[in-house]
């Protein structure tokens, strides 16, 4: 059994009966953003591998292996994070499929030089980093979700560096940044293939956006239907509640 350390706890995996995660509601716990891109992007089945910059706890590679043979590799800044997804790997006995790096994603490209991917993915902080006195008290929570170790232009640079010449990117981040994202994709020879916006019920304005792009892709952006998460009475809908718990 492995060790569980505070609050941490362990939870099943949503639809993945089989599969258990270690979790902890004061340093991390994952949301359904990790879930929606693990559904959303493109997964190489059986040749090629993996690379999911802020892994965290290693949700999304959890996810991908439901969906893939390939290696998967998590990259997470924060120690107690990287520690949390050895753990993650072995509650699930992964060991042979997935592996992580303790490292800041901004190094990976130097890192793995010439060793590009087929599918790099990433959840990243979505929010400016504020003012000391508006900032998360909690510094694992404070990492996650402002960009205090790198900025929007630094995940999506090493997201294109790390990805082979045709090979996927897949990220999930709020729909107010749509326009940088896509500027900045181009800048860096991404091109926008697959976007898709999630709305928390209809008659609300989206708050997340799934977006994929192509490594030296040719132009072409397909916008895929909305996904709505309640229906009028405050239930999931039927399209989420399958994306959560399968069937």
């Known amino acids: 059994m492995v060790q569980l350390y505070g ?64 290696p998967i590799t998590g990259v997470e800044i924060q120690e107690r994070l990287y520690d949390m997804a050895l753990r993650n790997i072995e509650l699930n006995e992964l060991g042979d499929q997935l592996s992580m790096i303790h490292g800041d994603l901004k190094e990976m490209p130097a890192y793995y030089g010439n060793n590009k991917f087929d599918l790099v993915t990433c959840n990243p902080p979505y929010f400016p980093t504020p003012k000391t006195e508006q900032k998360n008290l909690n510094e694992h929570l ?42 900045l994709f181009r800048q860096y020879k991404i091109e926008p293939k697959r976007m898709r916006l999630v709305y928390p019920k209809k008659g609300k304005e989206a708050n997340i956006l799934l977006i994929e792009g192509t490594r030296d892709g040719k132009p072409g952006l397909d916008v895929l239907p909305p996904l709505y998460a309640l229906t009028d009475s405050g239930d999931y809908t039927p399209e989420l509640r399958k994306i959560l718990y399968g069937g």
């Open 142 to 183: 404070a990492i996650a979700r402002h960009e205090i170790h790198c900025t929007l232009e630094e995940v999506i640079e090493s997201l294109s560096k790390l990805a082979k010449s045709g090979g996927k990117v897949a990220m999930v981040h709020r729909p107010e940044r749509l326009v940088d994202i896509l500027t």
């Open 7 to 70: 609050d941490e706890r362990i939870d099943f995996l949503l639809a993945e009966e089989n599969m258990r995660i270690i979790q902890s509601e004061s340093v991390f716990a994952f949301s359904l953003d990790a879930v929606l891109l693990a559904d959303f992007t493109y997964v190489p089945k059986t040749r090629g591998k993996i690379l999911d910059l802020c892994t965290g706890n290693g949700v999304i590679p959890l996810f991908l292996s439901t969906r893939s043979e390939v």
